[in-house]
């Protein structure tokens, strides 16, 4: 959760979780209505996934292929619990980029979706949670690599 928000949002909602519930017996959809507030989200996706399933998140690279102009990112979801996917894309120059599939694509049972680059510089590397922000199930499909002969 805290990935997914960001520090600041995330110990702002937990704060104000531990004001609201101090010397109290919360349950827990009072934590669940308190970052849902302050977050302003319907944060009800990810506490069914991950309170309430045994699902598991499983991201992948499914392919990676120059179209014309463009280099074409294929990302899959190949497991059950929906997540927003943060792509990090390497340039042959060095620089990178962060692209982020939102949560909202796999939420409305899309198991795959296209991101689109520009590919000049030409995309060296491709990898999913570079971070490690999230319980990925299975880390050796996040990353592609160009092959140069």
């Known amino acids: 959760l805290r990935g997914m928000l960001g520090e600041g949002t995330f110990m702002r909602a937990y704060r104000e979780y531990g004001r609201r519930w101090a010397n109290r017996h919360p349950q827990p959809q009072d934590l669940f209505n308190t970052f849902n507030d302050v977050t302003g989200r319907d944060l009800s996706w990810f506490w069914r996934t991950w309170f309430f399933e045994t699902w598991t998140l499983d991201h992948a690279i499914g392919d990676v292929r120059d179209e014309g102009d463009d280099t074409e990112i294929v990302i899959e979801d190949r497991g059950m619990a929906p997540m927003p996917a943060r792509v990090l894309v390497t ?18 049972g899309a198991r795959r979706h296209v991101l689109r680059v520009s590919n000049a510089p030409r995309v060296t590397r491709v ?17 592609w690599q160009r092959v140069t002969p």
Request: net charge negative; hydrophobic share 35%.
């Open 91 to 108: 340039r042959e120059n060095g620089r990178t980029e962060r692209l982020e599939v939102p949560v909202q694509v796999w939420l409305r």
């Open 127 to 143: 990898e999913i949670d570079a971070e490690h922000l999230f319980p990925d199930a299975d880390r050796a499909n996040n990353r």
